[in-house]
Nanobody, 121 residues
Framework: QVQLVESGGGLVQAGGSLRLSCAAS????????MGWYRQAPGKQRELVTT???????NYADSVKGRFTISRDNAKNTVYLQMNSLKPEDTAVYLC???????????????WGQGTQVTVSS
């Protein structure tokens, strides 16, 4: 199986910064895209940002210019640098990875357990 473990969430004041990490481990052959989603109370899960294995990125309009995604392929780890945080960024942030497991031809999506980010005004 494959496990994704997030870290780095917490409480921060508006305008502050946080850096999230998500490390994938297990029976991994290769990882295609990795990304971050978030879910606020009473709201649907939304895409924040994604990054391909080659480093191409995509961002939600609400975080462009404030958030930066990066990855270390050797460590199977993806990062999310969040700057200029706003109260509306408060949510559980979940890591996602499209993984080809050893012995498999097709990829499967795996999710982390989520990490809470709270931004106070």
């Amino acid at each position: 199986q494959v496990q994704l473990v997030e870290s780095g969430g917490g409480l921060v004041q508006a305008g502050g910064s946080l850096r999230l990490s998500c490390a994938a481990s297990g029976s991994i052959f290769t990882i295609n895209a990795m990304g971050w989603y978030r879910q606020a109370p009473g709201k649907q899960r939304e895409l924040v940002t994604t990054i391909t294995s080659g480093g191409s990125t995509n961002y939600a309009d609400s975080v462009k210019g404030r958030f930066t995604i990066s990855r270390d392929n050797a460590k199977n780890t993806v990062y999310l640098q969040m700057n200029s945080l706003k109260p509306e960024d408060t949510a559980v942030y979940l890591c996602n990875a499209d993984v080809v497991r050893r012995g498999y031809f097709r990829s499967s999506a795996f999710w982390g357990q989520g990490t809470q980010v709270t931004v106070s005004s």
